[in-house]
C-alpha cells in the first residue's frame, strides 16, 4: 500500500485539482470476495489468471484537462497548421517545427544519420529515465552514457541532457 500511497503522491502533484472517492464495501462485494478468496489459502483455483507483476507498476492516470507541454505547440501546429498569437514565437516555431513530423498522431524528431526519434511528455520521459538507467537495460550509468543509450533506445525530449544529470545525481 506504501507504493500505491507514494505513486498518487506522486501524480497529484501534476493536477491542478484532485478529488479521491471511496468506494464502500457494501458497493465493491464481487472485488471484496475475489480478494479474500485469493488470500484465504494462497491457491487460485478459480481464476482465470495470475498476476506476476505488481499492479503499482501498471498504474495509469488519464489526465482530464491537458494543460499541454513542450510538444503540444508543434503538435498543434502540424496537425492543423495554427500558429500562435505572439508574432516573435511565431517564427520560431515554424523553423522549429520543421525538426519533426507527426505519425499516426505521435511526435517525432526527425534526425539526420539517426532514424526517427519518439518524442516524450516529461512523465514519459522520467519514466524512461528510471527504466534505462536501473531496469533491465541498465547497470547504474553515468549521465552522458545514459542519454546516448535513451537516444539509442528511439527517445527524445528537449531536457534530456539536464534530465539525465539530474536523475544520475540522485
Same mark, same amino acid.
Given at each position: 500500500?506504501?507504493?500505491?500511497?507514494?505513486?498518487?503522491?506522486?501524480?497529484?502533484?501534476?493536477?491542478?485539482?484532485?478529488?479521491?472517492?471511496?468506494?464502500?464495501?457494501?458497493?465493491?462485494?464481487?472485488?471484496?470476495?475475489?480478494?479474500? =478468496?485469493?488470500?484465504?489459502?494462497?491457491?487460485?483455483?478459480?481464476?482465470?489468471?495470475?498476476?506476476?507483476?505488481?499492479?503499482?507498476?501498471?498504474? =495509469?492516470?488519464?489526465?482530464?484537462?491537458? =494543460?499541454?507541454?513542450?510538444?503540444?505547440?508543434?503538435?498543434?501546429?502540424?496537425?492543423?497548421?495554427?500558429?500562435?498569437?505572439?508574432?516573435?514565437?511565431?517564427?520560431?516555431?515554424?523553423?522549429?517545427?520543421?525538426?519533426?513530423?507527426?505519425?499516426?498522431?505521435?511526435?517525432?524528431?526527425?534526425?539526420?544519420?539517426?532514424?526517427?526519434?519518439?518524442?516524450?511528455?516529461?512523465?514519459?520521459?522520467?519514466?524512461?529515465?528510471?527504466?534505462?538507467?536501473?531496469?533491465?537495460?541498465?547497470?547504474?550509468?553515468?549521465?552522458?552514457?545514459?542519454?546516448?543509450?535513451?537516444?539509442?533506445?528511439?527517445?527524445?525530449?528537449?531536457?534530456?541532457?539536464?534530465?539525465?544529470?539530474?536523475?544520475?545525481?540522485?
Amino acid at each position: 500500500m506504501k507504493k500505491y500511497f507514494n505513486e498518487v503522491r506522486h501524480l497529484v502533484k501534476k493536477f491542478k485539482d484532485a478529488s479521491f472517492i471511496q468506494v464502500p464495501r457494501e458497493e465493491n462485494i464481487e472485488v471484496d470476495t475475489l480478494a479474500k =478468496e485469493a488470500s484465504a489459502d494462497g491457491t487460485v483455483d478459480e481464476f482465470d489468471e495470475v498476476q506476476y507483476m505488481l499492479s503499482i507498476d501498471l498504474l =495509469e492516470v488519464q489526465q482530464i484537462e491537458d =494543460e499541454g507541454n513542450w510538444m503540444t505547440s508543434i503538435v498543434t501546429y502540424l496537425k492543423d497548421g495554427r500558429l500562435l498569437e505572439e508574432r516573435d514565437k511565431v517564427e520560431k516555431l515554424r523553423i522549429r517545427s520543421t525538426k519533426y513530423v507527426l505519425i499516426d498522431g505521435v511526435l517525432y524528431k526527425r534526425g539526420f544519420s539517426q532514424p526517427y526519434l519518439r518524442c516524450l511528455a516529461p512523465d514519459e520521459a522520467n519514466y524512461v529515465l528510471r527504466e534505462v538507467h536501473e531496469g533491465a537495460c541498465g547497470n547504474h550509468l553515468g549521465a552522458r552514457v545514459l542519454m546516448h543509450k535513451v537516444v539509442r533506445a528511439g527517445y527524445y525530449w528537449p531536457t534530456i541532457q539536464a534530465d539525465a544529470k539530474a536523475y544520475v545525481k540522485v
